[in-house]
């Protein structure tokens, strides 16, 4: 009786094993095809301005003239076309002289009329083969963008904590001095732009510049995030009150800066994963500070307060060096 039964379910058992090895081949394949193919893996998840449409998404700096410089978006890949030289050895007068920049780092085209009037602030302490590497690379980089620049190294001087977002308001107030810049470039020295296509220039609306960065995977972590290089036009950067003075040491001031803009209902813009691609210089990683979570979490109460409308500091120490303006600042 049980092995006429067990006879009886042969075939039936041959069947069904024959159908789960199919049915787990095709899970398995479609587990595999679905990791490898997610598109994570290839760009990141956001609302972007196409290559194509970036012309159009930028907020000129003087009118438009018959003999205006031309944008030129060739359509390039991104981060296998530019890559920076690691041990520049030019010196930077020979450099300066050889690509015709002002002392105190500064340039505009000669055979047009530029479009875009940018500072660009960098903050700065203790990198100095970085900033070495920076300046070797962003010099060309932007002439070859036809832009009116002019660059800003604030230097923190010792004994406090790093403060990032102060040394830029300081970068702000300091260019403003000088003269009437239309569209600040917030930007770290460790990143390196590596598709030309990505314009430093501003948008209509504040620009995350560095939505894709090689230690990312060239994802963007979180949509919120405003750090690395970032560009905004000088009417909304006081429209905000500029950056928050109080975050020393490392991490949440760009995190607050987001906020600061969503509150004055401002949308945060974004070029193509492919244009907005970032090469960083690497360096030790910083420790997080812990307190950035309780001044984030305040932040809202201090946004009319806190930022360029009560900051405090003094300028130690200047000179024009050539490749940049330098401003050595106690914070
Ligand atoms: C920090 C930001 C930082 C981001 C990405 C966040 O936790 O608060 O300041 O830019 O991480 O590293």
Known sequence: ????????????????????????????????????????????????????????????????????????????????????????????????????????????????????????????????????IFMNYIHPFLQLQNLDYKIFVIEQSPMREFNRAKLFNVGYKEATKISNFHCFI????????????????????????????????????YTGLFGGATAITRKLFEKVNGFSNVYYGWGGEDDDMYSRLRNKGLEVTRFAPNVAQYYMLTHKKETPSSARYERLHSGEQRFDTDGISNLEYKVLDHELRPLYLWILADV
């Open 1 to 132: 009786m049980t092995n006429n039964f067990l006879n009886f379910l042969k075939p039936f058992i041959v069947l069904f094993y024959g159908y789960a090895r199919i049915i787990s081949c095709i899970l398995i394949s479609i587990f595999l095809l679905s990791y490898c193919l997610h598109p994570d893996r290839f760009a990141s998840h956001y609302n972007y301005v196409k290559a194509e449409n970036i012309p159009d998404e930028l907020e000129k700096s003087y009118e438009q003239r018959d003999n205006s410089c031309t944008i030129k978006i060739n359509g390039n890949r991104g981060s296998d076309i530019l890559y920076p030289n690691k041990y520049p050895h030019e010196d930077p007068s020979v450099m300066a002289r050889r690509l015709g920049i002002l002392p105190g780092g500064q340039w505009k085209p000669h055979n047009c009329y530029p479009q875009f009037n940018v500072a660009i602030i960098l903050p700065y302490r203790n990198r100095d083969i970085q900033l070495a």
């Open 186 to 221: 917030f930007h770290d020295i460790d990143l390196i732009p590596q598709n030309p296509d990505n314009i430093y220039a501003c948008s209509k609306m504040p620009r995350h510049m560095s939505s894709s960065v090689n230690t990312f995977r060239y994802n963007l972590p």
